[in-house]
């Protein structure tokens, strides 16, 4: 029964909400990639940078919303470069996000190296707080849950409905899914494909670097190693959950935090007998389930993955 | 004829060797229906791409009311106001037929579409030009006629003056085609001019005002259309005369493939209930506009798909399983429908090509494969079937889309089949080219075999088919002797006359 309660109390919800937070903006970033027609597998060391930037920005004097802006532009730049390489070049994506990966994380570690040659224990930062919104927070379960969190996570909430927005209702948005679609039929209609590939790209790389930062300026006060911890392969995993529809990318970042926050709980309820990495593992079982019921017949984008070569026959 | 609206002056492009524009120079006027005629290959859909801006010509300008186009940008092709009709339709099969038409026609960077006043405007030229098609459908839900029309459309939107069709009755039953040329028609009342591509004969004498010929790559001609016979545009096509095999009447023998019931589904294509026999020494046609299960019933065919429901019956047998090495052991030959894909490998060399069908029995010695055999076979079959080649050590990406074909003809026709599959077996092909695959299928009629010819090519059917059927939304009608085949009810049986299931008039 005991197993059961957990469920009714405000610290799960609050819980689930914050670890959904950065997947959030993870997988809209990603969810723009890929409806441009790329796949952006640099996720996992754009996500990195973002969290190393963004803190770097704050511990060395920069306002927290300065921290986020550079996390963003961070990301963008890493993905320019997964962008051109990809895009007029044409090179392999799955190969080049991983190379964007790993290369955006060495770089980082790297950076974190050369700024504090001798700290054993990470420097700290003051991190964002939560921000209660007066009158909802006072409603039992759901007051404390979704309304006494981190700013970035209201923004992230934002983000769902102004990528949504974009994608469906504004010209621009049209071009994106049209270059993910059939890009010859993009260019028909006089647009620049590539122009719009990069673009693409890197707005949903600068989302990613915001998702990153907010593990840094939200989570937790400081930067170590490993930090992102397989989150940006998650948010790949949750860009086809979700049929590349931002609506569905939320539900399942908070399906998927719901999995996550509840079994930490279990494993403190759980006697000795059953090892605490069966529950660790848990989430990603559930995911890898939701995965096969909700993704099997979906209509992903058709020109994914498809470099496009203007004039080629 | 008054000021030209376009005119394209000695423009060339080369691919490679290659010389695909050579100095063409042509002249398009207001309210004037160019036809553009050509074979395969002879430069068409090239010169339109330039003109378009997706290929960029290596000489030569174009100018749009007298002013110079820049070359290579299709949104200065746009703006001028040419508007494309691909053959291969560029539209984006996810998205609503609103989505596609409005793309690129606001700018990029405003916070909302109009998709109101949009819908209104698509509303109303749909009722201008009888082009019926619903703004918010999904693409990918309309028929073949339907995406035309929005490609059309997408054109209209933008305010085209001058609009180019490339091919565009290749996917239409013969009905719709003759709604299309209404449709042409209305636009140039109004002063459109149009550039219409065909390489087909009679479509060029009925909708076109003047003709200009291309042949490899040079423009040959330019006549008025009053003044030319069908004779001698397809003299000025082809540049010879081609003689057209025939068949000789002969009596059909033991049925030697039967389908009894099949039915089967993949995707959202399907067959019903399919009976179809053919007997040794006689060609069945089966007529139908592209994509109303052909490629089903040949994958059934050739093995490549088990039916789900029925039988399939070779030489007599029913077979209890299929799959494509059975049926090349039971001797169906199969031309598939894409050279590329399903026929040849590419990167291979034609020995390699030539044995992939018999590799493990007639050229293999304990368990090795004997070259020399094998490519003495190659070089039998370049030699007889007259592939133009370096040799049989050449890769098959080399050859032209006839030499290809006339190596699939060799390595199937050379084991003497009883079957033989023809799938489209002209599509792409110049003339000399259409000529000898016609020659190859009547010699192995004459020879007993019986063939099952799939084509969308009227004309071909009806030259070679002893029998034709036709198949719509995956139904096989009765097969109908060919002297008692009118060609007007063959028409709206390929639109769906007399079918059961899913019967809808395209023809609007």
């Known amino acids: ?313 | 004829m008054s000021a030209p609206v376009l005119s394209i002056s000695r423009v060339s492009k080369r691919f490679g060797p290659l010389l695909a524009n050579d100095a063409i120079s042509l002249e398009v006027g207001p309210g004037e229906i160019l036809g553009l005629l050509g074979e395969n290959g002879a430069g068409k859909t090239t010169l339109m791409n330039i003109l378009f801006g997706h290929y960029v010509a290596d000489e030569g300008e174009i100018r749009v009311n007298g002013k110079v186009l820049p070359p290579g940008e299709p949104r200065a092709a746009l703006e001028a106001g040419i508007g494309m009709v691909h053959q291969h339709f560029t539209l984006a099969d996810n998205l609503t037929v609103l989505d596609n038409i409005i793309l690129g026609t606001e700018p990029l960077w405003r916070w909302r579409s109009d998709h109101g006043e949009a819908r209104a405007r698509i509303r109303q030229l749909s009722e201008d030009f009888g082009l019926a098609v619903h703004p918010d459908a999904v693409v990918s839900t309309l028929s073949v006629g339907e995406r035309q029309r929005v490609e059309i459309l997408k054109a209209l939107y933008r305010q085209a003056r001058i609009l180019i069709l490339d091919e565009p009755t290749a996917v239409l039953a013969p009905q719709e085609a003759t709604a299309l040329f209404a449709t042409l028609k209305r636009f140039v009342a109004r002063g459109l001019s149009i550039i219409f591509i065909s390489h087909k004969l009679g479509e060029i004498m009925d909708a076109c005002h003047r003709v200009a010929i291309l042949r490899s790559g040079k423009l040959v001609a330019q006549k008025d259309i009053a003044d030319v016979t069908r004779a001698e545009l397809a003299e000025l096509m082809v540049g010879r005369l081609v003689p057209q095999p025939k068949a000789v009447a002969q009596e059909p023998g033991v049925p030697l493939l039967g389908l009894a019931h099949v039915s089967v589904r993949r995707g959202a294509a399907s067959l019903r209930d399919v009976m179809l026999q053919v007997r040794a020494g006689e060609i069945v046609g089966i007529a139908g506009v592209s994509g109303n299960g052909q490629s089903l019933l040949a994958d059934v065919v050739g093995g490549l798909l088990p039916p789900e429901t029925g039988t399939v019956q070779v030489n007599g047998a029913p077979l209890s399983a299929i799959s494509p090495r059975l049926m090349v052991e039971c001797g169906v030959a199969r031309i598939p429908e894409d050279r590329h894909a399903e026929g040849l490998i590419g990167d291979m060399s034609i020995t390699e090509n030539v044995v992939s069908e018999a590799y493990r029995s007639r050229f293999s010695s304990h368990g090795f494969i004997d070259w020399s055999a094998a490519a003495a076979f190659a070089r039998t079959i370049i030699d007889d079937y007259g592939v133009k080649c370096p040799g049989p050590q050449a890769r098959v990406r080399l050859l032209s889309g006839g030499n290809m074909q006339k190596l699939i003809l060799g390595r199937v026709m050379n084991a003497n089949p009883c079957v033989v599959l023809a799938n489209q077996p002209t599509r792409g092909l110049d003339v000399g080219a259409v000529a000898y695959v016609h020659e190859q299928l009547l010699k192995a009629r004459s020879n007993g075999a019986g063939v099952l010819l799939i084509s969308e090519d009227l004309d071909e059917l009806l030259a070679l088919a002893d029998q034709i059927a036709v198949i719509y939304q995956g139904q096989v009608s009765p097969l109908m002797a060919r002297p008692m085949v009118d060609i007007g009810r063959l028409g709206l049986m390929m639109a769906g006359q007399g079918f059961i299931h899913g019967e809808q008039d395209h023809a609007a």
């Open chain 1, 1 to 313: 029964m005991e197993a059961l309660d957990i469920l009714f109390t405000a610290s799960l919800w609050a819980a689930v909400i914050r670890i959904a937070s950065p997947l959030i903006f993870g997988t809209l970033g990603e969810l723009i990639c890929e409806r441009a027609g790329v796949l952006n597998l640099g996720i996992e060391g754009i996500m990195t940078a973002g969290a190393f930037a963004g803190w770097l920005t704050v511990y060395l004097g920069g306002g927290l919303w300065m921290g986020v802006a550079v996390a963003a532009l961070a990301g963008a730049m890493f993905g320019l470069l997964h962008g051109t390489l990809v895009v007029p070049l044409g090179l392999s994506q799955h190969v080049t996000g991983i190379g964007v990966t790993l290369l955006s994380t060495s770089l980082c570690y790297y950076a974190y190296r050369l700024v504090f040659p001798e700290v054993t224990s990470p420097p700290k930062i003051e991190p964002f707080q939560p921000l209660s919104v007066p009158v909802l927070s006072d409603i039992p379960l759901l007051g404390p849950a979704l309304f006494q969190q981190s700013p970035l996570t209201y923004l992230a909430f934002a983000m769902v409905v102004a990528v949504s927005w974009f994608l469906y209702r504004t010209p621009a948005g049209l071009a994106v899914r049209t270059v993910g679609e059939n890009p010859a039929a993009a260019e028909a209609q006089g647009m620049n494909v590539t122009t719009i590939r990069i673009l693409a790209v890197m707005a949903g790389s600068a989302l990613m670097g915001v998702g990153g930062s907010f593990i840094t300026l939200s989570a937790f006060n400081s930067f170590f190693f490993e930090m992102m911890n397989g989150r940006g392969w998650i948010c790949i995993a949750l860009v086809v959950f979700s049929a590349w529809h931002p609506g569905k990318a939320l539900l399942g970042a908070l399906l998927f935090g719901l999995f996550d926050a509840y079994q930490l709980r279990l494993q403190q309820l759980a006697s000795a007998a059953v090892p605490y990495q069966v529950f660790l593992m848990m989430p990603y079982v559930l995911s890898i389930i939701a995965l096969i019921v909700m993704s099997r017949r979906v209509a992903y984008p058709r020109a994914l993955m498809v470099p496009y070569r203007k004039g080629e026959r």
